[in-house]
């Protein structure tokens, strides 16, 4: 049975710093998402990862994925109040995904 | 979500009643899921679907049955609601499992 494992589980930050998300997954997986939800939302795609060593960026917000490691990271470069949010990880094998418990992010001003 | 619709976006229901959700693509996808979202445990696949009345089980799907009888609608039943079943539950769909998933709005049903 596959499981993802997120950590933190809540992070506050002061804007302006910088922070990393890990994502650990218990078995061999086909790619691993990323996903952003905000409160009473739905979730919104970030970054999917396809292979080792894959890396994605978007703004201050960076993904990569070591297979062999079966890790995840998703790095905060210079934190802003908008990124506040509740972030996930998820596995993809076989027909479906699973997901991580998520990270409560709350960037300060 | 573009091309995804959930109704109700809300609904309170009593111990015991029976209650449908309703999960409508226009998107004419494939695969369509239903998970459900409670706090710590991010979501879990309760029930898929991979194509006309073809569907299988999530990690979590005690008490809860699906049925797919045409590609754009996939209903989800509690066939008699408990407390335990509070929670917000969200479809998505996906052309292929390779090709990404859309989720929907999201329905909070809340069982007293």
């Known amino acids: 049975e596959l499981k993802v494992e997120q950590n933190p589980l809540f992070l506050s930050m002061q804007e302006g710093k910088n922070y990393t998300i890990y994502c650990n997954y218990s078995t061999t997986s086909d790619r691993l998402y990323w996903y952003r939800q905000d409160p009473g939302k739905s979730l919104e795609s970030l970054f999917v990862?396809?292979?080792?060593?894959a890396v994605k960026q978007e703004g201050r917000l960076m993904a990569s994925l070591d297979t062999k490691a079966r890790l995840s990271t998703l790095h905060i470069t210079a934190a802003v109040h908008d990124l506040s949010a509740t972030y996930f990880c998820a596995v993809e094998a076989g027909n479906m995904l699973t997901f991580g418990g998520g990270t409560r992010l709350m960037v300060k001003p | 979500d573009a091309g995804i619709t959930q109704s109700p976006r809300h609904k309170v229901t009593e111990t015991g009643t029976p209650v449908t959700l309703r999960c409508h693509q226009t998107e004419n996808h494939r695969y369509m899921y239903w998970y459900r979202q409670d706090p710590g445990h991010g979501l879990r696949l309760i029930h898929y679907s991979y194509g006309v009345k073809d569907t299988d089980k999530g990690e979590v799907s005690d008490g809860y049955s699906v049925s797919r009888s045409k590609t754009e609608d996939f209903l989800l039943t509690l066939e008699s609601a408990t407390s335990s079943q509070t929670s917000v539950y969200f479809c998505a769909i996906s052309q292929t499992p390779n090709y990404g998933y859309t989720f929907g709005s999201g329905t909070r049903l809340t069982v007293v």
């Open positions: 990862l396809l292979s080792n060593g």
